[in-house]
């Protein structure tokens, strides 16, 4: 069955960085993109952009420019998420969905704290 | 980027009632439109994708309708396990953008 296995709750301090994985079974990876959701505690759902797992050109949307980045591992079926010098605002649950967003990640929760 | 209206924000409603869902984006989005629902703790679930066409296995009472700016999310017959939080997605032009939510819970 078709499977997005995110990695698990991470404990950061302000300055450092994360690297968070979805894992993808069940169908060709390459067949479809893979996008990324933020979701801040309590709040609601927000896009933060996508990444051709073809071609592995990413596009982010303009709040997440900068210190995101988008990247794959395609022999292992493998999105990427990587937040350098993460700030207190980065606290959240982020996800991945693959295109049409028919399945999801189950999440993965970030706390960035000194 | 478009912005997507989502009303209400929260409501109570009881079992076996209508409940209907709206959201009104910025500019047409062509029908480009998915509904969510989301428990706490969970990631969201497709339920309606191009703007009214049901997720396999979701229950029929749930219904999508709209088009150009407008669309909405319609329960038939409201059932316990509909208690969630409701968003909608445009995914006609980049940036996507989701509606605020709609919070859900039994009267």
């Known amino acids: 069955q078709i499977q997005l296995v995110q990695s698990g709750p991470e404990l950061k301090k302000p300055g450092e960085t994360v690297k968070i994985s979805c894992k993808a079974s069940?169908?060709?990876?390459?067949?479809?993109?893979m996008h990324w959701v933020k979701q801040a505690p309590g709040k609601g759902l927000k896009w933060m952009g996508w990444?051709?797992?073809?071609?592995?050109?990413?596009t982010y949307a303009d709040d997440f420019k900068g210190r995101f980045a988008f990247s794959l591992e395609t022999s292992a079926s493998t999105a990427y998420l990587q937040i350098n010098n993460l700030k207190n605002e980065d606290t959240a649950t982020y996800f991945c969905?693959?295109?049409?967003?028919?399945?999801w990640g189950q999440g993965t929760t970030l706390t960035v704290s000194s | 980027d478009i912005k997507m209206t989502q009303s209400p924000s929260s409501m109570y409603a009881s079992l076996g009632e209508r409940v209907t869902i709206t959201c009104k984006a910025s500019q047409d989005i062509n029908s480009y439109l998915s509904w969510f629902q989301q428990k706490p703790g969970k990631s969201p679930k497709t339920l309606i994708y191009?703007?009214?066409r049901l997720v396999d296995g979701v229950p029929s009472r749930f219904s999508g309708s709209g088009s150009g700016q407008d669309y909405s999310l319609t329960i038939s017959s409201l059932e316990y396990e509909d208690m969630g939080i409701y968003y909608c997605?445009?995914?006609?032009?980049?940036?996507?953008?989701f509606g605020a939510g709609t919070k859900l819970e039994l009267k």
């Open positions: 990444i051709n797992t073809e071609t592995g050109e990413p």
């Open positions: 969905a693959r295109t049409g967003f028919d399945y």
């Open positions: 069940g169908y060709t990876f390459t067949d479809y993109s």
């Open positions: 997605l445009q995914y006609d032009e980049f940036p996507l953008t």
């Open positions: 191009r703007a009214n």
